[in-house]
Nanobody, 126 residues
């Protein structure tokens, strides 16, 4: 089972930007699709974005399209999420994981190849 460590969260004003990072270990990172999830207080965890192992395709949930960009560096075993034009509704704990990334149907599910990390908190003030 692989492990992940998320970082890069923080407190920003609406309209600001953050770049999240996720460093993975204990698995062949370059062979797996990876994704970002988020969970706001009192809400279920939801898939935000995912990217195929070779960066050949990616998916974004509608609410973040045009504002967030997912990328990865397989040489560094690291996944990124560039978040621009942040909104208060983006406030949540953000997690990364190895995923099944169904771009066609827009479904992101954990592939259970990585344990859930501690996450990184993103707070957007209005």
């Amino acid at each position: 089972q692989g492990q992940v460590v998320e970082s890069g969260g923080g407190l920003v004003q609406a309209g600001g930007s953050l770049r999240l990072s996720c460093t993975a270990s204990g698995l062949p990172f370059g062979l797996y699709s990876m994704g970002w999830f988020r969970q706001a207080p009192g809400k279920e965890r939801e898939g935000v974005s995912c990217i195929w192992s070779n960066s050949g395709n990616s998916y974004y949930r509608d609410s973040v399209k045009g504002r967030f960009t997912i990328s990865r560096d397989n040489a560094k075993n690291t996944l990124y999420l560039q978040m621009n034009s942040l909104k208060p509704e983006d406030t949540a704990m953000y997690y990364c994981a190895a995923v099944a990334c169904d771009v066609g149907r827009g479904i992101i599910t954990s592939s259970r190849k990585t344990d859930w990390g501690q996450g990184t908190q993103v707070t957007v003030s209005s």
